[in-house]
């Protein structure tokens, strides 16, 4: 049975936690923003504002917010694994657990990746593939590293959850120390391919942080933890980017030698120590006004579609400004007056498109009822790797090589899109059909 937001926001328990729904769509829709203003799009291709304008690389301080998501997924998974249990005490949930959390998340990455793969198919079969044609369809699938290092959040939590319950903060401090000796290996002793292992250990700190979080859901229950956090984290992110190797933004750029964000560094982690605690000083203040019901039923809708929204962002942005060469309308060099002067135009179209895309393919986010069937959890722990490596393979290799073979080094291995797709296809369905339980409701 379908619900209408208004219908979901006045059935909302008293004891739910609010301001975590709104963290969710606001850092979805805070990276959506930045995507958008940050593309400088030309007729031969697509760069990046904060490279033209190095000035505005601090601006990634505020606005580069996928910790904050990482910290409400860690919450959330909390939240829902103990709900398994406590309701499952002699079952295995481990399969049930991966089922329910993917459902929403997969759903719609699929239909995503179907609808662009046969775009790109078509395109190239017609001889196409260049300009701003090629560029997008190398862009359109970057945003899905995010999937894919979500995807490990989830598969991770039954025993980083664990770890948690037995060792509190020890853990998380452990997970901070060991991303931290990552950089010192790879920084100081030059050991090669070590920053690699940071793409777990920084984001699986945040992750860890939402656990300390759901132990203590009431307002002002962490005491002074969120300005350690936001002080200690902001201080120790300019020490490092001050006096040591890492560059001042904290979003990938095109060309530099080095990322904060690919691999994530220990600067990275100290970036997203300090936007936690800055949102949760903001918790109090902010759960009072979401108490209001139209804003309540505003966050609501918005969590509904927010995964489709961040999917398609870029295919809206792209289709604005392809719109505006196929009608011969000019594209100012990025960062002039002009440029600047056209922005509110493009965002305005930008976020209609989106609007549309999300209208035509929402109903992927929403799960349909799931049958019963056998649990395995073996089974869905090798699906969900595979749909992990097909989803971090089409988000290096992009589909504007597809019948050329094109490949992108994934863990040491070369992978094409082909592959990639098929990979997330086959784990896909390797978890659909586990799980256990006719319908799972979780809470978070």
């Not at 790879?186 to 090669?192: K, L, S």
């Not at 039923?297 to 289709?319: I, K």
Request: aromatic share 8%; hydrophobic share 55%.
């Amino acid at each position: 049975m379908r619900h209408t937001a208004a219908e979901l926001a006045a059935a909302t328990p008293g004891n739910r936690d609010r301001y975590v729904d709104l963290l969710r769509v606001a850092s979805l829709g805070t990276v959506v923003l930045g995507h958008w203003l940050m593309a400088a799009v030309t007729p031969d291709g697509v760069g990046n504002l904060l490279a033209v304008v190095p000035g505005l690389q601090l601006l990634t301080w505020a606005l580069q917010v996928m910790p904050v998501f990482f910290f409400v997924g860690g919450f959330s998974h909390a939240l829902s694994y103990r709900s398994l249990t406590r309701r499952q005490p002699h079952a295995p949930v481990y399969a049930a657990f991966l089922r329910a959390r993917l459902r929403r998340l997969l759903r719609p990455t699929l239909a995503f990746v179907v609808v662009w793969a046969a775009a790109a198919l078509l395109v190239q079969l017609a001889g196409g593939g260049g300009g701003l044609t090629g560029a997008a369809l190398r862009l359109v699938t970057q945003p899905l590293w995010f999937i894919g290092i979500y995807l490990v959040m989830v598969a991770l939590t039954p025993p980083l959850l664990r770890m948690h319950e037995r060792h509190g903060w020890a853990a998380f401090w452990s997970l901070v120390a060991a991303a931290g000796a990552v950089d010192v290996l790879r920084f100081a002793v030059g050991v090669p391919y070590v920053e690699f292992l940071n793409f777990a250990l920084v984001w699986l700190a945040i992750h860890q942080l939402g656990f300390l979080r759901a132990d203590r859901p009431e307002p002002g229950g962490w005491g002074r933890v969120p300005a350690t956090l936001a002080l200690g984290g902001l201080a120790a992110a300019a020490v490092l980017v001050a006096a040591g190797p890492y560059p001042l933004s904290m979003v990938g750029m095109p060309g530099e030698k080095i990322s904060n964000m690919a691999p994530p560094t220990f600067a990275l982690l100290c970036h997203g120590l300090w936007l936690v605690g800055a949102v949760e000083l903001l918790r109090g203040p902010v759960t009072r006004r979401l108490a209001a019901p139209r804003l309540w039923r505003t966050v609501v809708a918005a969590n509904g579609v927010a995964m489709t929204a961040f999917l398609w962002h870029l295919t809206a942005m792209l289709g604005v400004y392809g719109a505006q060469l196929a009608l011969g309308l000019r594209l100012p060099r990025p960062a002039t007056a002009a440029w600047w002067a056209q922005a509110p135009a493009r965002l305005i179209a930008a976020a209609l498109v989106t609007t549309l895309l999300v209208a035509a393919f929402r109903v992927f986010e929403r799960p349909a009822p799931a049958a019963p069937t056998p649990s395995s959890g073996p089974v869905a722990a090798a699906g969900i790797t595979l749909c992990l490596l097909g989803v971090l393979g089409l988000s290096l290799t992009g589909l504007g090589g597809l019948l050329q073979g094109h490949s992108a080094v994934l863990v040491a291995v070369p992978v094409t899109a082909p592959v990639a797709i098929g990979m997330v296809l086959l784990g896909w369905l390797m978890v659909e059909r586990t799980g256990g339980v006719r319908s799972v409701r979780l809470r978070g």
